[in-house]
DNA sequence: TCCGCTATGTTTAGGCCTAAACAGAGTAGC
DNA sequence: GCTACTCTGTTTAGGCCTAAACATAGCGGA
């Protein structure tokens, strides 16, 4: 029945291989659960509404960008944290469901903009809302106070690990 | 070169469509953009060993089990977050590199328990250091402070999803 | 003008995962 | 002793992603 808790798994590292550097896994271990946790409980809910994750990331990005609801595929990739692959295979995939167009961009360069269609702007108005709700709903059990402290905290090491991963160096 | 910030993207819902109910983003979000952070720098560390992070995970519930370092393959699902499907393919590569062994499981039911071979237990010993270690690194920018708060906030949310996310209910 | 460099996208090969269809091993009740 | 049911695992079909190989489109210097 219950899963193996972080704080259990670093416990068991210290009592198998005393030494072992276990100070992150309180922190990664949970952000990778509560990952999959968020990410299953989406699936579950867009699959009612007919839509998937990636797609709905696609829709959403040119969605909130605002009108003309339009971004290049270079915008796009730099926007969700997919490689240019990536989105090059959502983009033909949601064009081969009507919910976007692809046309040729003016200025400069070769390039590719993406606009919603209307079936595009109708589903992402109708599935928005249901998801983002019913993730306000997962979350209510904590504070607004613990919610301010924990926002916070995401951001500072959010920050730190970009920093620190990017690039060269490392140490 | 700067991705959107959480705090970013609850203010473009808030000034495209007033209203959406955004509260969630600022815990959601970097939790993802977290967990897709360190998995690739987790990958990348990996690769260098010869393993990925599949394996990894498998081959490190075993070792942490202590020894005799067996498991059968339902528990192997249920200390791991994925399927019994993934297991079994996760088994199946593993054993095709030799690092694990498969044997008929003694107890009642038809059941495969899993242990390390030699090679198994010496990849996870040379590896483990190093993942850990560098992610120890990655959220050294936190004080001791602050990773304390964040994982009691992440435990505790943790556990709420969990309970909101299984079996019925929800609201 | 020509050649090549750089910025952009797309395609391909392969990896890992989930859901669901399958299959085998015990167990229980008749 | 049989049949049905319930656990356990494995296999299959399909999805999405990454990395890397491929195409193009403009620009720029000689």
Redesign the interface.
């Known amino acids: 029945m219950s899963?193996?808790?972080?704080?259990e798994?670093a416990a068991?590292?210290q009592?198998?291989?005393p030494g072992?550097?276990?100070?992150?896994?309180?922190?990664?271990t949970?952000?990778?659960?509560?990952?999959?946790?968020?990410?299953?409980?989406r699936a579950r809910v867009l699959r009612a509404a007919g839509i998937d994750a990636a797609t709905l990331d696609l829709l959403s990005v040119i969605?909130?960008?605002?009108p003309p609801y339009r971004l290049t595929t270079r915008e796009l990739a730099?926007?969700t944290?997919v490689t240019a692959g990536a989105i090059s295979q959502r983009v033909a995939r949601a064009e081969r469901e009507g919910l976007i167009r692809r046309s040729p961009g003016e200025t400069g360069r070769k390039s590719v903009v993406v606009s919603l269609t209307d079936e595009g702007h109708a589903l992402i108005?109708g599935s928005?809302?249901s998801v983002?709700?019913?993730?306000?709903?997962?979350?209510a059990?904590?504070s607004a106070d613990?919610?301010a402290?924990?926002?916070r905290?995401?951001?500072?090491?959010?920050a730190?690990?970009?920093r620190?991963?990017s690039a060269a160096d490392?140490?």
Chains 1, 2 share one sequence.
């Open positions: 899963n193996t808790t972080p704080a798994i068991a590292w009592r198998e291989r072992t550097p276990t100070e992150s896994i309180e922190i990664v949970p952000i990778w659960q509560l990952a999959k946790l968020f990410a299953d409980d969605r909130r960008s605002g730099r926007r944290l108005e928005v809302d983002l709700g019913r993730e306000a709903s997962l979350v059990g904590l613990e919610k402290t924990l926002a905290l995401l951001a500072k090491l959010t730190d690990v970009r620190r991963t490392g140490s």
